[in-house]
């Protein structure tokens, strides 16, 4: 994995930087699942055009995966739509991830494409617009109160501890499994990862009562969220129906929450992951054991 920034983008900047880190993480996540294991995945940002304050800036995630033909292409950025069906069998996903992408991208000013061809891997490319900040004072005074963060609030983050508890990370996405075990390592909170929902299944089977938690990802190889968190809930065993059950998925309208509920979830966390909205799940859940 190698990263390429242009230091010609001024370093304050004014944007959604939520959004632009789910596009990012989304390519990325996807370069990754469809490269091989020696393959390799880069991400290239660099500045096309700078008039007055407003600024061009263009990404380009580029992966030596499996490659994708012109036909398939043309409907990639359309909604749940992958290259092949074959392709959410094998690796996962409902390709509903490009769609959400390309939406945010023409949101921002900008447009998103890709270039492939069949086994030589795939260069996926967006441009988006932004604002030049005019200095750190200005930046924190557009920012102050939309960021989501507060003193209160990062020197929580500082010092919250929540070691005695162990929580199942259930995702195929490896990247995203290393983004959550890193942004709670500070917690000093346990965690066992699965890949799939049948494996987070029979982990919980096994030791129904060492969990306080789970994070179950919704689109996966084998056995979805959706289905093992039924599974779960079936079961004839201690915390099986009481165990909170939290979707983690990048789907965020109302029918993708309702049919999380409906499963037997008890709410959602978006990707990209926030630690801010991490902790604030495991709080809410763990608090009277925790305080």
């Known amino acids: 994995m190698t990263v390429t920034f242009d230091k010609e983008i001024p370093g304050n900047l004014f944007g959604d930087e939520q959004r632009i880190s789910q596009v990012i993480m989304n390519l990325l996540s996807n370069a990754v699942k469809f490269t091989g294991k020696y393959g390799s995945v880069s991400l290239d940002v ?68 890709v270039e492939s061809e069949l086994g030589t891997g795939s260069r996926f490319i967006f441009t988006i617009k932004v604002k030049q900040g005019a200095g750190e004072q200005d930046a924190a005074r557009y920012y102050d109160g939309h960021t989501g963060y507060d003193a209160e609030k990062i020197r929580l983050e500082e010092t919250i501890c929540l070691s005695g508890h162990r929580i199942l990370l259930v995702e195929d996405v490896e990247i995203n499994r290393e983004i959550v075990l890193t942004l709670l390592k500070p917690t000093l909170i346990e965690i066992d990862s699965a890949e799939n929902g049948g494996e987070a299944a029979r982990m919980f ?14 689109q996966m190889p084998v056995l979805d969220g959706y289905e093992a968190t039924r599974q779960i809930r079936n079961l004839d065993l201690p915390n099986a129906k009481e165990i909170p059950i939290i979707a983690m998925t990048a789907n965020v ?6 049919k999380c509920l409906d499963a037997g979830m008890n709410g959602h966390i978006g990707k990209p992951f926030v630690l801010s909205e991490l902790l604030e799940i495991l709080l809410k859940h763990l608090y009277d054991k925790a305080a």
Do not use: C
Request: hydrophobic letters at 35%; a negative charge; zero cysteines.
């Open 253 to 258: 309208f109302h029918e993708d929450i309702k």
């Open 46 to 113: 660099r500045r096309i055009n700078h008039e007055d304050n407003d600024i061009d800036i263009e990404f380009t995630v580029t992966d030596t995966g499996i490659g994708i033909t012109p036909e398939q292409q043309g409907r990639l950025f359309e909604t749940f739509q992958q290259a092949e069906d074959s392709t959410a069998r094998k690796f996962g996903g409902t390709g509903l991830g490009l769609s959400i992408s390309k939406g945010i991208v023409e949101l921002m000013g900008g447009r998103i494409w």
């Open 205 to 218: 089977r096994e030791k129904p009562e060492d969990y306080s938690l789970i994070f179950m990802d919704v």
